[in-house]
Each structure stands twice: as structure tokens, then as C-alpha cells.
């Protein structure tokens, strides 16, 4: 089986001790490739050069909302210009985050909209980040002409699934899906239709359920494959097969 970890950060500082490890740990598990998404301006040079090294590490630039602080009043004009010459496969990670208090819901919402508006000039799929904002999300989704993408950590209705898919999402799930207790993040991922699912972990964090409260790895994710497949009463192959070539066509690779 040939997995596709669709939202992993390798590049971040909690992984800078044993990262050609944890991408030989994970590559024996079976993840061969990873999506890496960015998060702030500063950590696009090592995320670029870091994928650049290696053609199963994919790269996605953009600015997360819970970030807001961080960004600069001409981020956006570099993140078109870096888009533009370094060519991601992806935008992201941008989005909504409602859950956090004291987050400027006017200012994400901006941020979000420009960002947008740069994925549909050069045609790239997004990663949306979304806690608490699907509703304004998907408002906002349908002003643009886009290029689908994934939506991160789906947490969501099923009605709110389905909206997503009508776009040309797919809908992410990761270590959250692995714990007994996310019976209504389990009863959504057991009902939506096989071409809209794709696997992630986003690591290092949300880690499964056998490694609660350490470090999430992208050598995990066959134990969320496994909890899928366990849920949708399908073999592990299958599901396996599946969600990679979902992955693979959104990204357009």
C-alpha cells in the first residue's frame, strides 16, 4: 500500500532532531508521500528548500489564520510573488478559525479572501483550515473559481460534507478519527461517498489514539487508514488505494 499524508509538517522545529527518521519511519509504514503545508511567511525558505530535496515532499504555501499576528500588511503581495516563482502544488494552510478567542473574524476573513483570490489567478487546489466557520467558509468558497482542495481536520455536518465535495473538496481525517469517543467525527467518515476522503495526520500534532499526548508522526497513519477502513467496513487495500488517488487528483499529480 502506497499512502499519500495529505497534511503533515515536517518542517517544523519539533522535527528538526530525527526528520530524515521520522520520513524513513513513515516511508517503511508505507507514506510515501506528504503534503506540507505553510503557516507564516518566515518558514517558506526551509519549507521550500526542504521540499525541493525531495520529489515525495509536496509543497503548499500560504498563511493560517490563527497566525494573524504574524502577518505583515505585505504578505500577501509576497505570497503572490513566491507563489509565482517557487510554483506550489497547493495554497495553504489559509482558512477560518472561529474556535480561538479574540481571533479578528474581519481580518481572517480578508486574509482569507486574498489568499483565495491568488489560488484561483494560478489554478491551485487550497488547504483550509476551519474550526467553527463552515458555514462562512463555504459562503465565502462560492465567490471563487477554484481548483477544489482539501479541508483539513473535517469536523463538520454531513450536510456541510456535501457542500464541500459539490466544490471538488476532499475531506480530511486523521488521529482524531482513532479515538472511540469522536463517535460523530467516526459516523460522518463512515457515511461520505469513497471519493471524497483523503488521510492526514497533521503532525506533530493531533496524534492518534495509541500515542496520546506525544508527538504525532506521519509513521502513524496506518492506524488511522486501519480505524476508516474498520468504520466503512471495507479492506484496508481499498481504502488505501482510494483515498491516494483522491489525493493525487485533487493535486493534479
Known amino acids: ?18 526528520r530524515d527518521q521520522v520520513l524513513f519511519d513513515a516511508r517503511t509504514a508505507g507514506v510515501r508521500d506528504l503534503l506540507v503545508p505553510a503557516v507564516q511567511r518566515s518558514t517558506w525558505p526551509g ?8 520529489r515525495h515532499l509536496h509543497l503548499a504555501l500560504g498563511m493560517h489564520p490563527v497566525y494573524l499576528q ?38 481572517q476573513q480578508r486574509l482569507l479572501e486574498d489568499q483565495l483570490a491568488i489560488a484561483e489567478a494560478h489554478r491551485l487546489p487550497v488547504v483550509l483550515h476551519v474550526r467553527k466557520a463552515h458555514d462562512a467558509m463555504l459562503n465565502t468558497l462560492r465567490r471563487y473559481r477554484l481548483n477544489g482542495g482539501f479541508c483539513h481536520a473535517f469536523n463538520g455536518s ?21 479515538f472511540e469517543r469522536s463517535n460523530h467525527l467516526r459516523r460522518i467518515a463512515g457515511q461520505l461517498p469513497p471519493e471524497g476522503i483523503v488521510l492526514e495526520t497533521d503532525a506533530p500534532d493531533m496524534t492518534v489514539a495509541s500515542h496520546r499526548f506525544q508527538r504525532n508522526s506521519p509513521a502513524y497513519l496506518p492506524e488511522v ?29
Not at 499512502?3 to 515536517?10: A, E, Q, W
Not at 519549507?47 to 525531495?54: G, N, Q, S, T
Not at 510554483?87 to 479578528?104: C, F, Q, S, T
Request: charged share 25%.
Open 70 to 107: 504574524q502577518h505583515g500588511p505585505d504578505d500577501v503581495q509576497a505570497l503572490a510573488d513566491e507563489v509565482a516563482r517557487s510554483r506550489p502544488i497547493a495554497l495553504g494552510e489559509i482558512g477560518l478559525d472561529w474556535y480561538v478567542k479574540d481571533l479578528d473574524r474581519d481580518r
Open 47 to 54: 519549507l521550500i528548500e526542504l521540499c525541493a530535496a525531495d
Open 225 to 253: 487508514l486501519a480505524t476508516l477502513a474498520m468504520l466503512r467496513a471495507t479492506p484496508e487495500e481499498q481504502v488505501a488505494a482510494t483515498t491516494t488517488a483522491n489525493a493525487l487528483r485533487v493535486l493534479g499529480i
Open 1 to 18: 500500500m502506497q499512502l499519500f499524508d495529505t497534511h503533515c509538517h515536517i518542517d517544523v522545529a519539533e522535527f528538526d532532531a530525527d
Open 158 to 178: 454531513l450536510q456541510q460534507a456535501a457542500s464541500y465535495l459539490d466544490k471538488g473538496f476532499c475531506l480530511g481525517f486523521g488521529g482524531m478519527l482513532t
